[in-house]
């Protein structure tokens, strides 16, 4: 998916245009307990168009350094991996020096760059936004994030010059056969060693030629008669006979990689527990609507009483993938792996699992009838119907009256008697209300 990152002086915005763009999704996913979300990475859609948004913060090009070099080269990285800029200014404030420093920098980075004018809410005549153009960026896009004016013509212009294909057809992606799998984690989780690990086993074959797709390098292979595809989030090359890390950990390239795959193994290292940055990437895989699989690495080198402390951490701070199957391994000694390839394939059996019409209407009507949903004053809403409206993640859509008066607390009780037919593990399942006019 391409990636778009947020640029500009503190103050200009930024945040305010980065809730709109990545508004879209955001809004599907509740919020459940111990969910981290990381405010500075998120994922759009417009149209059939997804895509990935990246707010740098407060952007310092020039900073030498402390800690704002360091802020910088996060940023100059994000940036240097974004597929295109846009470049928030002040409708109102006008040329500001620092706008000029950073237009410098995105000029001689030779990147698709969107000049977007913010709180240009009301300013008809253009004047002041004609100023923008001594930035030599081209056009300046007037727009508002705060009142939620153009924003689609925002993103259309960053799109635009990606020429991106029209996207497949779920179904169509679906029947391919081949499971994409994408294993996620920390710096020094044990990503390298797992996966060496795995390619080295005589029950997979690896594919000598890593394909190359537009987001990420993936390495093919085959387990068991199952075909896999490895979305490398490392950026792995093979030297010699194993697979060498090349590239620094990058945010981005583990949501790209989320984001492309069907199945995502998130790896813990059970010697330091759930972490802040773990926990932002549970988050992003749960914003995803992947199916995933958590596996703990490292069990070997803790005792009795740290694997207690890290089940615990796990249960409190994981708490949003209670769906996932969860396995203490050790990459290195090659123990526990493998009931995570049993869940891996249950995983994905489940997220892109097929549900008739006929049986989801049977099953909804047999739950309304064990339990009937609350009355809301003078509303009683009434379920008639159910339909599948989409896969990875599955997607029940249920028809009827009054369905926006269904309580949150029985939409769960309707997810558990779904996942419980369907025996559904290892993805989550979003059920969504559709009321007849
Ligand atoms: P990556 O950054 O996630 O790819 O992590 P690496 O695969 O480079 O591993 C980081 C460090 O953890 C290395 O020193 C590995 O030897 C070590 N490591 C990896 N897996 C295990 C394991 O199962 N047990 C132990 N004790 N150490 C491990």
Do not use: C
């Given at each position: 998916k391409p990636v778009i990152a947020l640029v500009g002086r503190p103050n200009v915005g930024k945040s305010t245009v980065f809730n709109r763009l990545t508004k879209s999704r955001d809004a599907i996913v509740a919020d459940f307990a111990g969910l981290t979300r990381d405010r500075h990475y998120g994922t759009g859609k417009q149209g059939r168009h997804e895509y990935i948004v990246i707010d740098t913060g407060g952007f310092e090009p020039t900073a030498e350094s402390g800690i704002y070099m360091e802020m910088a080269k996060q940023t100059r990285q994000a940036v240097a991996e974004a597929d295109v800029v846009i470049f928030v200014v002040d409708a109102r404030a006008g040329v500001s020096a620092q706008d000029y420093d950073i237009a410098n920098y995105?000029?001689?980075?030779?990147?698709?760059?969107?000049?977007?004018?913010?709180?240009?809410?009301?300013?008809?005549?253009?004047?002041?936004?004609?100023?923008?153009?001594?930035?030599?960026?081209?056009?300046?896009?007037?727009?508002?994030?705060?009142?939620?004016?153009?924003?689609?013509?925002?993103?259309?212009?960053?799109?635009?010059?990606?020429?991106?294909p029209e996207p497949q057809e779920e179904d169509e992606e679906a029947d391919s056969g081949v499971i994409k799998l994408a294993v996620a984690g920390r710096p020094n989780v044990g990503k390298s060693t797992l996966i060496n690990t795995w390619l080295g086993e005589e029950r997979v074959v690896a594919f000598d030629q890593p394909g190359t797709t537009r987001d990420a390098i993936s390495i093919p292979f085959?387990?068991?008669?199952?075909?896999?595809?490895?979305?490398?989030?490392?950026?792995?090359?093979?030297?010699?006979?194993?697979?060498?890390?090349?590239?620094?950990?990058?945010?981005?390239?583990?949501?790209?990689?989320?984001?492309?795959a069907n199945v995502v193994l998130l790896l813990l290292d059970a010697t330091q527990g759930v972490t802040d940055q773990d926990a932002h990437i549970a988050g992003f895989i749960?914003?995803?609507g992947r199916a995933v699989v958590v596996a703990i690495n490292k069990w070997d080198a803790i005792d009795a009483y740290q694997r207690e402390m890290v089940k615990r951490s796990i249960e409190t701070r994981l708490a949003f993938l209670k769906f996932a199957d969860m396995h203490p391994i050790s990459a290195i000694k090659r123990q526990g792996l493998g009931p995570v390839w049993t869940s891996i394939a249950a995983a994905h059996r489940s997220a892109m699992v097929k549900m008739s019409t006929p049986v989801l209407t049977r099953l909804l009507l047999e739950a309304v009838q064990f339990q009937q949903p609350q009355r809301s004053g003078m509303y009683r809403p009434k379920?008639?119907?159910?339909?599948?409206?989409?896969?990875?993640?599955?997607?029940?859509?249920?028809?009827?009256?009054?369905?926006?008066?269904?309580?949150?607390?029985?939409k769960r009780f309707l997810e558990g008697r779904f996942r419980k037919e369907f025996k559904l593990t290892g993805t989550p399942l979003r059920i969504e209300m559709k009321t007849s006019k």
């Amino acid at each position: 998916k391409p990636v778009i990152a947020l640029v500009g002086r503190p103050n200009v915005g930024k945040s305010t245009v980065f809730n709109r763009l990545t508004k879209s999704r955001d809004a599907i996913v509740a919020d459940f307990a111990g969910l981290t979300r990381d405010r500075h990475y998120g994922t759009g859609k417009q149209g059939r168009h997804e895509y990935i948004v990246i707010d740098t913060g407060g952007f310092e090009p020039t900073a030498e350094s402390g800690i704002y070099m360091e802020m910088a080269k996060q940023t100059r990285q994000a940036v240097a991996e974004a597929d295109v800029v846009i470049f928030v200014v002040d409708a109102r404030a006008g040329v500001s020096a620092q706008d000029y420093d950073i237009a410098n920098y995105l000029r001689k980075l030779g990147k698709p760059t969107v000049l977007a004018a913010n709180k240009a809410e009301g300013m008809t005549d253009g004047v002041k936004l004609t100023e923008f153009y001594e930035l030599g960026l081209g056009d300046v896009h007037g727009m508002s994030a705060a009142h939620g004016q153009g924003i689609r013509d925002l993103v259309d212009l960053a799109l635009e010059p990606l020429n991106l294909p029209e996207p497949q057809e779920e179904d169509e992606e679906a029947d391919s056969g081949v499971i994409k799998l994408a294993v996620a984690g920390r710096p020094n989780v044990g990503k390298s060693t797992l996966i060496n690990t795995w390619l080295g086993e005589e029950r997979v074959v690896a594919f000598d030629q890593p394909g190359t797709t537009r987001d990420a390098i993936s390495i093919p292979f085959e387990r068991g008669g199952q075909r896999f595809e490895l979305i490398d989030t490392a950026g792995l090359r093979r030297k010699g006979k194993v697979f060498e890390a090349i590239e620094k950990f990058s945010v981005v390239k583990t949501l790209q990689a989320i984001e492309s795959a069907n199945v995502v193994l998130l790896l813990l290292d059970a010697t330091q527990g759930v972490t802040d940055q773990d926990a932002h990437i549970a988050g992003f895989i749960l914003d995803s609507g992947r199916a995933v699989v958590v596996a703990i690495n490292k069990w070997d080198a803790i005792d009795a009483y740290q694997r207690e402390m890290v089940k615990r951490s796990i249960e409190t701070r994981l708490a949003f993938l209670k769906f996932a199957d969860m396995h203490p391994i050790s990459a290195i000694k090659r123990q526990g792996l493998g009931p995570v390839w049993t869940s891996i394939a249950a995983a994905h059996r489940s997220a892109m699992v097929k549900m008739s019409t006929p049986v989801l209407t049977r099953l909804l009507l047999e739950a309304v009838q064990f339990q009937q949903p609350q009355r809301s004053g003078m509303y009683r809403p009434k379920l008639r119907y159910a339909h599948q409206g989409g896969m990875n993640p599955p997607i029940i859509v249920v028809h009827g009256n009054s369905l926006e008066h269904v309580t949150d607390a029985y939409k769960r009780f309707l997810e558990g008697r779904f996942r419980k037919e369907f025996k559904l593990t290892g993805t989550p399942l979003r059920i969504e209300m559709k009321t007849s006019k």
